[in-house]
């Protein structure tokens, strides 16, 4: 089969097209996907050059979100059949291996996965649609959703708005009714977030996203006349690193941060003043459950949400889709296809 590989750490020149690579064989337990979508995340970047702590068995695929149709079905596999159309949760919760990451992954025709991680997909979603969904998306409903309970009139600030978590939140937002401000590093990008929910925008490139949001909703108060008001409900921030400090001075009395990541940096100089004076609520969030997923099946399948696609690039274009992702030129998911 064709295959993008990598056999050591490195950037973007390290990913090898291979034309003649193994075909998996799908064993006890198992199927194998004939790929349709594999959609590309930072993370891909990260197990590209390497991550301090993971040993990532090497030569691999990389890939982590996978929608196709099962080619083969391996032995003890009753619930499932060829031809059926599926979505891959990435977390295989029997080994704790992450799809891509410890185990080979999409970037190919073919993806062997055990049964256990299978998803069906519903009629009326697309493999494109399907692919985008696991890790950014999944982590952003958990986030906003199961964790966040975001709701109708809250003042909601997503950071990092335009990337694939980011686009999922503003949409998120938009259908629990709260006025969504999103911050982004264009105005290209702030047009198009307007496009799918976004009812403010803010150039984080242009301006001091602090310096805005206190212009437009006043300052937070704890005393005095208008305590409580001012800023806002609620802060999207999985960068972390400058901007976490600004985050905490923009939430009102009572307000809550989101987070999910640090892609900006996980170590970054905090002011625990802010959180006990205005009570603030900060909320972590790792990754999803498979009830997310489905819920955002359902989502999708009503119409009710559209993930953002960049673009669709054959596995051959793959070098190219992760040069794109590492100089952040992406409006939501890649999308890589098979063409067979």
Not at 33 to 54: E, Q
Not at 251 to 278: E, H, M, N, S
Request: net charge negative; proline share 5%.
């Amino acid at each position: 089969m064709k295959a993008v590989v990598i056999r050591q750490h490195g950037e973007i020149g390290e990913l090898a097209y291979e034309t003649s690579w193994p075909d998996p064989v799908a064993g006890e337990g198992e199927v194998v996907i004939a790929v349709s979508a594999c959609a590309l995340n930072y993370h891909d970047l990260f197990t590209l050059r390497g991550m301090p702590g993971i040993k990532i068995p090497m030569p691999i695929i990389m890939g982590i979100d996978v929608a196709g149709e099962i080619a083969e079905v391996g032995p003890g596999v009753s619930d499932w059949k060829v031809g059926d159309r599926v979505m891959v949760d990435p977390l295989d919760t029997e080994t704790g291996r992450l799809l891509g990451e410890r185990m080979d992954g999409g970037l190919a025709e073919y993806c062997k996965v055990g049964a256990h991680m299978l998803v069906p997909m519903p009629e009326g979603v697309s493999f494109r649609e399907a692919a985008a969904l696991p890790v950014a998306y999944g982590t952003a409903y958990r986030m906003m959703v199961t964790r966040g309970k975001v709701a109708a009139d809250e003042k909601l600030l997503v950071l990092g708005a335009s990337g694939g978590v980011g686009t999922c939140c503003v949409q998120l937002g938009r259908l629990a009714g709260a006025h969504v401000i999103a911050a982004a590093s264009t105005p290209e990008k702030l047009a198009r977030l307007a496009e799918i929910g976004a009812h403010e925008g803010i150039d984080y490139k242009a301006d001091d996203f602090m310096k805005v949001v206190h212009e437009r909703h006043g300052k937070p108060r704890v005393y005095g006349a208008g305590a409580g008001s001012g800023g806002v409900d609620v802060v999207v921030n999985f960068t972390g690193g400058e901007t976490w400090v600004p985050s905490l001075r923009v939430v009102r009395q009572g307000g809550r941060i989101l987070t999910c990541g640090a892609t900006a940096g996980f170590d970054p100089k905090t002011d625990l003043r802010y959180i006990w004076t205005f009570e603030i609520d900060i909320r972590g969030s790792n990754a999803w459950e498979r009830g997310d997923l489905f819920a955002l099946l359902d989502l999708v399948q009503e119409k009710r949400l559209a993930p953002t696609i960049d673009c669709a690039l054959p596995l051959k274009e793959t070098p190219t889709a992760f040069s794109r992702l590492a100089e952040r030129n992406v409006f939501g998911k890649i999308i890589i296809e098979s063409h067979r």
